[in-house]
Nanobody, 124 residues
Framework: QVQLVESGGDLVQAGGSLRLSCAAS????????MGWFRQAPGKEREFVAA????????TYAEPVKGRFTISRENAKNTAFLQMTSLKPEDTAVYYC?????????????????WGQGTQVTVSS
């Protein structure tokens, strides 16, 4: 069983930056692909970014390419999402998720464990 706890969400003005963290416990973190997803009010949960177990492969959703960066520190069982040039449309609850396979995926159903989420609000 893997437990995930997100942190770092906040209220920020458009153009600002935030860094989200995802602390994992249980399981073998360094063997898992990690993903970030988000869900805005009234919308489906959508993929944001994912990273392979050793961080060699990353993938991003088109709306966040060039603005968001996913990373991880396996020694600390932690993954990060650095968000810059934030826009009001980035407002959502952000979730981290673990995929017990090593290949990065963009589909939520491919992820077995999820955190509770952290709120990001971007004001215009």
């Amino acid at each position: 069983q893997v437990q995930l706890v997100e942190s770092g969400g906040d209220l920020v003005q458009a153009g600002g930056s935030l860094r989200l963290s995802c602390a994992a416990s249980g399981g073998s973190f360094s063997m898992y692909a990690m993903g970030w997803f988000r869900q805005a009010p009234g919308k489906e949960r959508e993929f944001v970014a994912a990273i392979s177990p050793r961080g060699r492969t990353t993938t991003y959703a088109e709306p966040v390419k060039g603005r968001f960066t996913i990373s991880r520190e396996n020694a600390k069982n932690t993954a990060f999402l650095q968000m810059t040039s934030l826009k009001p449309e980035d407002t959502a609850v952000y979730y981290c998720a673990v995929r017990t396979g090593g290949i990065v995926r963009q589909t939520a159903n491919d992820y077995a464990y999820w955190g509770q989420g952290t709120q990001v609000t971007v004001s215009s």
